[in-house]
């Protein structure tokens, strides 16, 4: 069954109930915006993707402990004001994600990764991995920080073409 093409309907409903109406009006908006879903059934459940030009914005991840948002914050200087001005701990754990190894030495990562992505915080500027630098646990606290972020994303992405 993995890697089968999933609906919207399937994968809302493996989003706990309080969570899914944001999910689903996040959903419009970044279609709305020209994203390209896609939602593959995985072992963990679903992964739903979310593409701007066949490249990808964010992810919803299963786990455990809920579903988290990965924003790949390829643009992220130029948003500086949104991160500014997100909660502490969800700047912190930014700043504590684990730095991209590639943007410090351009040899000391896989030659196929993508690079992560550069920010500048309270004067300190951060080079962190794409895969888990903007990587968040879907909260009533963080719901709209993760919808400001994605559409910041988005929007710098599309100014950028």
């Not at 030659?111 to 309270?122: D, R």
Request: charged share 25%; proline share 2%.
């Amino acid at each position: 069954m993995a890697n089968e093409k999933a609906s919207f309907r399937e994968f809302l409903t493996a989003v706990e109930p309080k969570h899914r109406a944001f999910v689903e009006k996040l959903n419009y908006k970044l279609i709305e915006q020209g994203c390209n879903l896609v939602i593959k059934e995985v072992k963990s459940g679903y992964a739903a993707s979310y593409q701007l030009e066949k490249k990808t914005v964010m992810n919803w991840v299963f786990r455990k402990s809920g579903v988290l948002a990965r924003i790949y914050g390829d643009n992220a200087g130029r948003y500086r004001d949104v991160i500014a001005s997100l909660p502490a701990d969800m700047q912190k754990k930014m700043t504590a994600s684990r730095d991209c190894k590639r943007l410090i030495d351009p040899n000391a990562c896989s030659s196929i990764c993508v690079k992560g992505f550069v920010y500048t915080l309270n004067g300190d500027t951060y080079k962190k991995c794409r895969n888990d630098g903007m990587f968040f646990l879907l909260t009533n606290e963080t719901a709209e920080q993760i919808a400001r972020l994605v559409c910041a994303e988005v929007a710098a992405r599309k100014s950028a073409s």
